[in-house]
């Protein structure tokens, strides 16, 4: 009977080391096989507990900050010139404090990226925070409300963000006659891997349109409740709040839903010539998703004396990404007593 339980522990032991493996990218053999950890994940938001409390009273004994608790979950650094935070929802003045205390709040420390290492082990984001009042006091209740009342106190959150991407495409030394024991095939889909982001591209598709020319196209589509904007002149939160994630309808609608596109291959000239519609410079520019999603088809020239070979590809994306937090607050009226 104890050898029969052994048994049992040690095969749910083995099924939870190659859990473990597949989560982290890792093959069973050894280190991982692809680029990125993977995922939606940017920056995550949370108030911290009690911070603001649920409950507070109106009778000016009761002082709070409101803290966020902020965690690089993605793939892509965040210095902390690059966040800003409004908390919304409230008058700062019912709570003893002004308006420019709640307004364009930076993290306490640069947020460095979720990371794996060579082995495959993750190494996490940095977790840091944010309080406000933006000045060493606390909210207060200066004032006496007719009854019991409930606010809300909501964290917006403004932070440039970015999506790698890589990919291989077939190239083929003779790209029409196709071997059916050829190094790959040019008119499959292929595989794309992206970091960690709100961001992602994906579904490449590959196709040849001439002996030295191929075409192909790829998905960039917005995952997540989260917002983004990008203008022309890659503004970020370093310029303030409302000039990278704009709140007035008008300028709103001419930089959101855009990302800025850069398509980048390695120094050798095998793959040339990369013109994709909607870039204004062939490969580089900026799109708007519609819906969420937009398609990139693109172009490129292939070197006449090349070899059989797949040629690696990056995508970056580029944006500014407003998340927001909120949370319930009741004010509880003290009632006058009668002396």
């Known amino acids: 009977m104890n050898k029969r339980l052994y048994a049992v522990a040690l095969l749910i032991s083995l099924i939870l080391l190659l859990s473990a493996c597949k989560q982290s990218g890792a093959a069973s053999g050894g280190a991982p096989r ?13 108030f911290e507990k009690d911070s603001p409390p649920p409950e507070v009273t109106d009778d000016e004994s009761f002082s709070f900050r409101t803290i966020m608790r902020l965690k690089n979950d993605g793939e892509t650094k965040v210095d902390k010139n690059n966040m800003k935070i409004n908390l919304v929802g409230v008058d700062p003045q019912d709570f003893g404090a002004s308006t420019e205390d709640v307004r364009e709040q930076v993290p306490e420390d640069d947020m460095d990226s979720k990371k794996r290492d060579a082995e495959g082990n993750i190494i996490e984001g940095t977790t840091t925070f944010a309080s406000f009042p933006k000045a060493n006091s606390d909210f207060t209740i200066p004032r006496k409300f007719s009854g019991n009342t409930e606010f809300t106190f909501r964290a917006n959150v403004c932070y440039a963000y970015e999506t790698r991407a890589t990919t291989k495409l077939c190239i083929l030394r003779d790209m029409i006659n196709i071997r059916d024991n050829g190094l790959c095939k040019p008119t499959q889909g292929r595989t794309i891997y992206s970091s960690s982001a709100p961001v992602q591209a994906t579904n490449l598709r590959e196709s040849v349109i001439g002996k030295d020319k191929i075409a192909f196209s790829f998905d960039i589509s917005l995952n997540g409740n989260v917002d983004i904007f990008r203008d022309s002149s890659d503004t970020t939160p370093t310029s ?60 490129a020239d292939l070197d006449p ?14 944006y500014n990404v407003l998340d927001s937090k909120e949370t319930k607050v009741l004010v509880k009226h003290l009632a006058e007593t009668i002396s």
């Open 34 to 46: 692809t680029p990125f950890i993977g995922g939606t994940a940017g920056i995550t938001i949370n």
């Open 240 to 299: 303030g709040f409302d000039a990278a994630c704009p709140s007035d309808p008008r300028a709103r609608r001419q930089v959101e839903n855009r990302v800025k596109v850069e398509i980048t291959t390695t120094g050798d000239p095998v793959v040339t010539n990369t013109k994709c519609g909607g870039l204004d410079s062939g490969d580089r520019g900026t799109i708007t998703l519609v819906s969420g999603k937009r398609t990139l088809t693109c172009t």
């Open 305 to 318: 004396d090349r070899v059989d070979l797949e040629k690696t590809f990056d995508i970056t994306l580029s």
